[in-house]
């Protein structure tokens, strides 16, 4: 461990926070030399201060660790270029639209990687009014069934969590033509399937989207 660059971070993420030493070290119950002395590079927090430091300053333990954030690239903010993530332990869904360092659980977390060949898993369309209504059939059961829909073009997304023993159907806007349809199978994984494809499949009109989407 490198005591000089995490006193540099220490004292990089104490600012940001608008925090004094006294300040930090108070909430550990330390003193603020304590704080200068790791910020001054001569020396590094026990073990047991990691976790707590690291609520104080809002960083990812594993960062200050490391003594640098190595941060990424500017979101272009692009939603179709969107990625989504699922926690292994307790299900919690989360996305990203560019690239981030996500974790849940205390695990890290991959970017899902979609398939576009699951034929059993395609779903069924039908316009009603405004609105596409997706059927499938799927398993809703609690040991397999989908978790979520999410539609997306490139400046929005429609995201709609399913449950088990509920029908294995959805509503979605008629977006502009380029959405693509992500479903997601807690056996088979993530799903992409691009909407006006699915449209010439079940052999309807693709009728001109709306700008906005109210929900």
Known sequence: MDCAKVGKLILQLRTEKG?????????LNITNKTISKWECGLGCP???LW????????????????????????????MNQIQFYVCPTCGNI????????????????QPLSPATSALKHTPHIEEIEDEYYAT??????REHYLLFAACVNDDRIWFNRLYPEQNAAFRFPNMRSGATLYLYCTQHGLMR??????????????TKGRDSYER
């Open 193 to 206: 399937y691009e909407v006006d494809v699915l449209l010439n499949k079940c052999k309807l009109p693709r």
């Open 94 to 109: 989360l996305t990203s639209t560019g690239a981030a360092s996500i974790a849940c659980c205390g695990r890290q977390l």
């Open 19 to 27: 925090l004094t030493q006294k300040q930090v070290a108070d909430q």
């Open 51 to 78: 976790e707590e430091l690291a609520g104080v300053l809002g960083a990812d333990i594993l960062k200050l660790l490391q003594g640098e954030l190595n941060p990424n690239r500017p979101d272009i903010g692009k």
């Open 136 to 141: 499938m059939e799927h398993e809703m059961r």
């Open 46 to 48: 026990d073990v047991s």
